[in-house]
């Protein structure tokens, strides 16, 4: 926020969407190194124009409300959330009672929370890096997991998440390489797609649809 303020772009709508990323994202990451790792970057190396930016400057392959300021974050948000309703189908990441295991909600949230960091380049603004957005998220990721010394397999599973999170849509992508993803991996592209699913306007803001003409008078 202390950033944010000095830019001079800390409205109360920014506010409001930071505390959300924060408390749904951030915060419910349990492992202290994974944690201190993502808090650095977000401090000392993620572009502040990524808590205002809206998540499509196009506008076209987002929801209305995630493209507006704020809406890049507010994006991350839901996705947070849709990663810990999706954990709960695999028995395999989640407890005897269906909770997310921690470890494997902590590598997705910080998979999610970091995936679209650079997303318009670095610095930002640089739109002939936004191709390459997930490879500098992964690795500004993994220098920073060093850092705080993450476990090498939760580092690696978590590089991977971000790297492969556009899925097919990723340029080093191959026609084989769904089959060979994590289940992170798949677990944090299916979430991407759907909390960035422009169709969900029509779930939650939904308009009449027009009566067809019959052609009778009735």
Known sequence: ???LKKQGVLTDEI???LSEFWFHGVEKICDRRIKAAVVYLFTKIVPWQFFT???SSSTKYHPTWQVKPGGLIRHTTELCIVIERQLQQYPKLTDS???PLPEA???LLAA???HDTF???LPWGEKTDYENHHRVAAEKWDAAAGKFGVPKSIRESIYEAIFWHAGR???EWQPDKLEKLSIYARILHSADMFSSDYNLDLMYTAKPIPKKRSGRRD
């Open 112 to 114: 999610g929370i970091l």
């Open 1 to 3: 926020m202390a950033k």
């Open 53 to 55: 930016a809206p998540a």
């Open 97 to 99: 009672k269906c909770n």
């Open 119 to 121: 997303k318009n380049g």
């Open 105 to 107: 909600r902590d590598i």
């Open 15 to 17: 506010r409001q969407r």
């Open 169 to 171: 849509w990723t340029p």
